[in-house]
């Protein structure tokens, strides 16, 4: 068993998944539709900030936690940026889920570093 010819069969696998043909498809109309497909790419580059800036212990700001409200209101009142945003959060979970198979799989070890 060659572990990069395993790889490569999940990338195949995960590539004929219903969530990847489904991303795909809803991709390729976004990408006709410049202004969707902005307010797509602020949307979520907005929630990842807030996202960064929690994880960095920043906290929660609110006055961003709104702005990414609002946004969303609007993705949600377009039908082309709804659908890709529904489909790309069906796919994310996908990917979520491999990795923390992945993360639990192979974890034994993991435990070296932590502090006893």
Request: no cysteine; glycine share 6%; charged share 35%.
């Amino acid at each position: 068993m060659n572990i990069y010819d395993k790889t490569h069969d999940l990338v195949r696998a995960i590539k004929e998944s219903p969530e990847y043909r489904e991303f795909m498809e809803v991709k390729k109309v976004i990408d006709t539709d410049e202004q969707a497909k902005k307010m797509v790419k602020d949307f979520i580059a907005k929630q990842m900030e807030l996202e960064y800036d929690m994880m960095g212990g920043k906290g929660e700001d609110k006055s961003k936690t709104e702005q990414i409200q609002q946004m969303y209101q609007l993705i949600v009142g377009n039908s082309k940026a709804s659908a890709f945003m529904q489909s790309y959060m069906k796919f994310q979970r996908l990917v979520a889920d491999i990795y923390k198979i992945l993360g639990d799989s192979v974890a034994e070890g993991m435990d070296f570093f932590e502090k006893k």
